[in-house]
């Protein structure tokens, strides 16, 4: 087995091996993971995060050892705090990095960070306040940065930078925690899915206070949420079908 660790600020993650194959996620500086098959130019991956899969470029990652991998795997929560953040190396070529980036491997890459990091799980309260760092950041199927992303990544990566763990994709996530039975029994923090016609878990958002849900639509987004759904507070119109809410933390 092999194993390999995220060098760059933001890298796409392929469905398959190929420049112009659909980008599935994101890996962010940082992120490591086990290389499941390797080629000329691509490697199979699976992120210890979240068990995800995908191809990325050979050219965008480094090569380290299990007991780095292992190491790592192991190691404390230390997450880049602030929406862009950089890295310099040992000749002050600067990187830069987006919010969440994980920093254990900076003396694996002989990297050097002067900026604020996340060292500890926060309170339930701080995920309404992270979420509003991505308010606004246009929808991106596969992303997980302010500059791009998507529903699934967006509750993702506001729960990492809070100390929690959730799965990569919405119907996986929809498979975490402790389902409640009326919106009225949420808290700001949990989550709401949406299925479609076919009955598919195919979104999520984050519910606020007053009956509120941010989510991931076109862009980053406040929206109302009632027991059909979301109702677009522009449109005038319900967008999406509610399927469950749930409790993580």
């Known amino acids: 087995m092999q194993y390999g660790i995220c060098n760059l600020g933001i890298v796409p993650i392929r469905l ?3 420049d112009t194959s659909e980008m599935v996620t994101q890996a962010l500086y940082g992120d490591y993971f086990k290389v499941l098959e390797q080629r ?4 199979r991956i699976r ?7 995908g191809w990325i470029d050979n050219k965008q990652y480094l090569e380290i050892e299990e007991f780095n991998y292992n190491d790592l795997n192991q ?5 880049s705090k ?19 980036s994980d920093l254990n491997g900076l003396d694996l890459l002989h990297h050097n960070f002067d900026g604020s990091a996340v060292t500890s799980k926060s309170d339930k309260g701080n995920i309404i306040k992270s ?27 506001v729960y990492k930078i809070n100390g929690y763990k959730l799965l990569r994709d919405a119907s996986e996530q929809a498979t975490q925690g ?5 919106i009225e029994e949420s808290e700001p923090g949990d989550l709401a899915f949406f299925d479609n016609a076919e009955g598919h878990i195919t979104h999520v958002g984050i519910i606020m206070e007053d009956n509120y849900i941010i989510h991931a639509h076109g862009k980053v987004r406040i929206d109302r949420l009632d027991h059909s759904g979301i109702y677009n507070i522009d449109k005038n119109v319900h967008t999406h079908k509610l399927r469950v809410i749930k ?3």
Not at 40 to 43: D, H, P, Q, V
Not at 47 to 53: G, M, P, S
Not at 82 to 100: A, K, Q
């Open 16 to 18: 398959e091996p190929s």
């Open 82 to 100: 602030d929406l862009i953040e950089f890295v310099s190396d040992t000749s002050n070529n600067l990187y830069p990095i987006p919010v969440g």
């Open 247 to 249: 409790k993580i933390v």
């Open 131 to 157: 979420a509003f760092l991505f308010l606004n950041a246009p929808y991106l199927w596969g992303g997980k940065t302010p500059f791009g992303i998507d529903c699934s990544g967006f509750t993702q990566m």
């Open 75 to 79: 190691s404390d929560i230390n997450l």
């Open 47 to 53: 992120f210890a995060f979240d068990k995800y899969e």
């Open 178 to 182: 402790e389902a409640l039975s009326f």
């Open 40 to 43: 000329k130019k691509w490697s």
